[in-house]
Every structure is written in C-alpha cells, then in structure tokens.
C-alpha cells in the first residue's frame, strides 16, 4: 500500500483578523465614513491616524480589502507621505518647525538641543515614551519663530530653556505664546 501524501487545505484569513480590537474598530469606522468619497483612501489614513496616532502595518490588508486596491497601493501611499507613522507615538508629538523662517531664528540650534534632551532624532520616540518628535516644515507661525507644537499646542520664541521648560511640564498647560 502506498501512503497518500496529505495536501494542506488553504484556509483563508481575513484581512485584518490580527489587528486588536479597537485599531479594527477604528480602521472599519475611518472606512465606512470615507469610503464614498472619490479619493477615499488618503480621507481614511488621516482619520484612522488622527484615532490611534499611526497607521498600524496589520491594517493595511484590511484597508486594502475593504477599498479594492492592492496592499501595495496602500503600503506606497503610507511610504510616500511623510505625515503617516508607521511607528506608534508617544503620549506627546512634538512638532518642529524646520522652514527657513525659523531657521534663520535659532530653529537648528533648537533641534539639536531638542534631540539631545530627547534622547532621538526626528521620527524617534524618547526612550521613555512620552514624546515623539517630528519635524515640520511651516506651522504658520514665522514671526514668532522659531515655533513647535506639542500635540495640538502652538508655541512661539521658544529657546532651548524654554523648551526644557515644555518638556517638564509634561507638555500639558504649559501655555502657547
């Protein structure tokens, strides 16, 4: 007698199925709000990163499903859009400005000291997990430069004391100018 050799039987896993429940949650609700529009997939990544703070990689096959496109149409449009982390943030975004306005007002002198204090270059997370820093290129605030955002807090004039002074105040209440 010949032995029979067994052939896995493909089971097929939905898109999305590894994802926890409330990055699924916000995927399917970003989704089925924008889904009509023409264009709807960047309307969808702003509003699930506006949820949860970042596009988790295990939502793309859900998002690529739930469109019609391909994972690679998705992956390309997360890749090429600097705004879209891929990376979870920390409990405060810290924003920036690097635009030749606040430049020319100490801006460079303030990233470096930024990113020394911090512990992590543009893009990184201190090691802590309480702030993520990005760079920015223009928060509209030119004559009161150099500026950065904590979370969605405008400041102004802000030197390296008083960026310390940001940071340890847990960037909550610390007041915009």
Not at 87 to 115: D, N, T, Y
């Amino acid at each position: 007698m010949s032995e029979r050799k067994r052939v896995p039987i493909p089971i097929r896993v939905e898109p999305g199925a590894d994802l926890p429940a409330a990055e699924r949650t916000a995927v399917l609700e970003a989704v089925n709000r924008h889904r009509a529009l023409e264009g709807a997939l960047l309307p969808i990544l702003h509003a699930i990163q506006d949820r949860l703070g970042w596009i988790p990689p295990r939502a793309l096959p859900l998002i690529a499903y739930e469109l019609n496109l391909s994972r690679a149409e998705v992956h390309g449009v997360v890749t090429f859009y600097h705004y879209f982390r891929q990376h979870k943030p920390g409990e405060h975004v810290i924003f920036l400005c690097r635009a030749e306005a606040c430049q020319a007002v100490g801006a460079v002198s303030l990233a470096a000291h930024a990113k020394r204090a911090l512990g992590t270059d543009f893009h990184g997370t201190s090691g802590d997990g309480r702030y993520t820093l990005e760079p920015v290129y223009c928060l509209g605030n030119c004559a009161s430069g150099p500026s950065l955002m904590i979370d969605r807090e405008l400041h102004g004039r802000v030197t390296p004391e008083r960026f310390d002074q940001l940071i340890g105040a847990g960037a909550a209440g610390a007041g915009a100018a």
